[in-house]
């Protein structure tokens, strides 16, 4: 197995990705331009996009760890909004765009522009929500976004196996495919509902950090392997797993959630680039199977399927936002009033992504019959198209249009308050502790420890409040960034001698290894507690 086109990939994904932070031009976007040019140097390795690698190895970790960073408050507050879109809007999407296909392409028989309908049909709101936090929007909408994303794929894979059935002759019913959505959506959830409590369990159990990391990687697989088993949705089950894990991950060792941290974010790095990069290097395979569609026509075919796609959302999100607080008084009770601003960001914050390419390039070769499939080879260009189209269009054009919108800001000060009001609350349960340690005999420590513990504690709960305190004349600093600097100074000379002792030879690599973490670990804490 030749390994170099694995590497080039993922090494040459990362480094666009990191050089994307030093630009203005968000990161899956450059990803997807330098994916198509490189697409056509000679001798580029080819890499095809199987979805039976995309789907069940690429897609549960990337679920997996947007639904851990979610918020599951959050998502439950903004249910209604986020099924909406990500049921409700993803089936309307099926039809609408499938029924323009069938009178737009002559021949297209209507399963066939069903399948493209469901290919098309989910967003890929991981590119949006990556632009919408580079210029800042209202959290409402985030979670939205998120929520949407997280689940919207197991409808649009769902959909998309209805209509493939329909179109290679098998029998297929609306009755049929009501309860096969059902089976399928209901099941996973059953799925993630089943094994969350265990997964859980193992992880508070297991004593090793290397241990818990360990199943916290196999945890996303897990969910999606046993739930597809059963002819449930994987993505639903994964979604539920990792937002439970997420909600209750305060209850790990400290340990593992710095070391589960640090991996998932470089998991998360390396998959979400090579991701966005593989989808400009679909170009040629998919430009070379065109045929008989090359020129004016498949231009016009993917100029109209673009058109209907980011009209479609239009037509459904500002019904959606709208109409049911018109109907319904408990609505406006429990809910915030949306803004025609906040519905036209989620309108227009519907970009494609992979996952719609991996569902097309999944289409069967040939129907029952042993004919070919239907137009495949058009319904893989259009969904490619469909996919730059929203990418380069919407994504360039979101911030911007973010920006003309003028959404109110973060009250920085006012969650600075909400902080340090927390924080004294738990420094106060925390010294109460402390004092009711320390009149057990069994705890008794020489005052200068026990001063320690206390002055420790009045950093910690002073930190947040200096952050509103004024800046130094001098340096323009603020007391809690003066004091993060000089902590970074005092551990880096402290660094210093260890490193001269051990080149000396006075201590050995082992001791010194164990004293930097101990130095690491305190400048992280500084870090965070002045963060």
Do not use: C
Not at 145 to 167: C, F, H, P, R
Not at 502 to 508: A, C, E, F, S, T
């Amino acid at each position: 197995m030749n390994v170099m086109p694995l590497l080039l990939l993922v090494a040459g994904s990362a480094a666009v990705a990191g050089a994307a932070r030093r630009t203005p031009v968000p990161a899956p976007l450059l990803l997807v331009a330098v994916g198509l040019a490189v697409s056509y140097v000679p001798g580029m390795p080819h890499y095809p996009l199987d979805p039976e690698v995309v789907l069940p190895l690429l897609l549960p970790p990337l679920l997996y760890t947007s639904a851990t960073d979610s918020s599951y408050l959050d998502l439950r507050a903004q249910l209604r909004p986020v099924a909406l879109l990500s049921v409700g809007y993803v089936l309307f999407a099926t039809f609408v765009v499938g029924g323009a296909v069938y009178l737009i392409v002559p021949g297209m028989p209507l399963p066939a522009a069903l399948v493209l309908g469901a290919v098309v049909a989910p967003p890929d709101a991981v590119a949006a929500t990556a632009v919408a936090r580079r210029v800042g929007l209202p959290s409402r909408i985030t979670t939205i976004l998120q929520g949407e994303s997280l689940l919207n794929d197991a409808t649009a894979i769902t959909a998309y196996k209805v209509a493939v059935a329909a179109a290679v002759g098998a029998a297929a019913t609306w009755s049929g495919a009501v309860v096969a959505f059902l089976i399928a959506s209901f099941g996973g959830v059953a799925v993630g509902l089943v094994l969350m409590a265990p997964l859980h369990w193992l992880r508070t159990h297991l004593k090793e950090p290397l241990l818990q990391n360990t199943l916290s990687l196999l945890v996303p697989f897990v969910a999606y392997g046993v739930a597809e088993q059963l002819h449930a949705s994987g993505v639903l089950a994964v979604v539920v797993v990792a937002l439970y894990l997420g909600h209750r991950a305060w209850e790990v060792d400290f340990a593992t959630r710095l070391q589960e941290e640090a991996v998932w974010k470089m998991v998360a790095f390396i998959l979400e680039s090579a991701v966005f990069a593989l989808i400009g290097l679909q170009l040629p395979v998919v430009l070379r199977g065109l045929g008989a569609y090359e020129g004016s026509a498949a231009a016009w075919y993917a100029v109209a399927v673009f058109l209907v796609v980011v009209l479609a959302r239009f037509v459904w999100v500002y019904p959606a936002a709208f109409l049911p607080r018109l109907l319904s008084a408990r609505i406006r009770e429990r809910e915030a009033n949306p803004t025609w601003r906040g519905a036209m960001v989620t309108s227009w914050a519907g970009m494609r992504g992979v996952v719609s390419l991996a569902i097309a390039f999944s289409i069967p070769l040939t129907v029952d019959s042993g004919a070919p499939f239907p137009q495949r080879n058009l319904i893989l260009f259009l969904t490619f198209t469909t996919v730059i189209g929203t990418l380069v269009v919407q994504g360039l054009t979101l911030p911007p249009l973010i920006r003309l919108l003028k959404f109110p800001g973060r009250d920085v000060q006012a969650e600075t308050l909400a902080e340090a009001n927390a924080q004294a609350q738990a420094s106060r349960a925390a010294e109460a502790r402390l004092d009711e340690l320390l009149a057990d005999e069994r705890n008794m420590l020489p005052p200068p420890l026990a001063d320690r513990l206390r002055t420790v504690l009045e950093r910690r709960r002073n930190a947040v409040w200096e952050r509103l305190g004024a800046v130094n004349p001098v340096t323009g600093e603020t007391v809690d960034d003066t004091y993060r600097r000089l902590s970074r100074e005092m551990i880096g000379a402290e660094r210093a001698v260890f490193v001269r002792l051990r080149d000396l030879r006075y201590i050995d690599d082992e001791m010194l290894r164990t004293l930097l973490r101990r130095l690491d670990l305190e400048e992280a804490a500084a870090y965070r507690e002045a963060a």
